[in-house]
């Protein structure tokens, strides 16, 4: 238990940290969107832009009840705040990161590139998005918290069909406590490739 209690007591503590570094995140990336696009954010983004930092609960589990064997939990969990950046069509995600990369001081790391997924295996319709996780290269003074350098955030770039598919699959496909069935694969399956398909014809 001591575990545990220890464990929600440094994150409450340092929970604004991670509210500050989202929030600077999300607010750089639309001005430079909006610099490079010369479109408002209101047009180019279908979603609002948001962050999130993990509910308590959430955050317990993932570091000690879901067999990920973090050799140190706290410090290994890269998502304790994440950001969404949602655009209306699969070529604009390539803004979005430019956008990201331009953020002086910041290390850029890609943890997921679904096109990257698809070159490896063509074959294959699955979740699609690109993730990034990014820490400050330097102590960062914002007006919420001052950030410790190396403190991580994700980033999630999706398009709004690759929104709406996670937002229909994510707690029944990809929750390690769901039992997936063949067939709940498959139309998952079938359901991504009509959206690829779609996104496809409306660029056109």
Known sequence: MSRD?????RWNN????????GEFIVREVVERVAEITDVPPSVFFKVPPTFRTKDSESLLEKAFYRKKDYPNPYDDITDKV?????PLLGRDLELIELALKSIPDLDVSKDRDFQEEQRQNPIAFDYAAKHFVVRPMKELVTPGATVPEGTPCEVQIKSVLQHAYSEMSH???YKSQIERTTDMQRNAAKAMAL?????DYFEK
Request: no cysteine.
């Open 195 to 199: 959206l690829e398909a779609t996104n």
């Open 82 to 86: 994440g950001t969404r950046f949602v």
């Open 171 to 173: 707690d029944t496909i």
């Open 5 to 9: 209690s220890d464990f929600l007591k």
């Open 14 to 21: 340092e929970q604004p940290i991670y509210n500050a570094l």
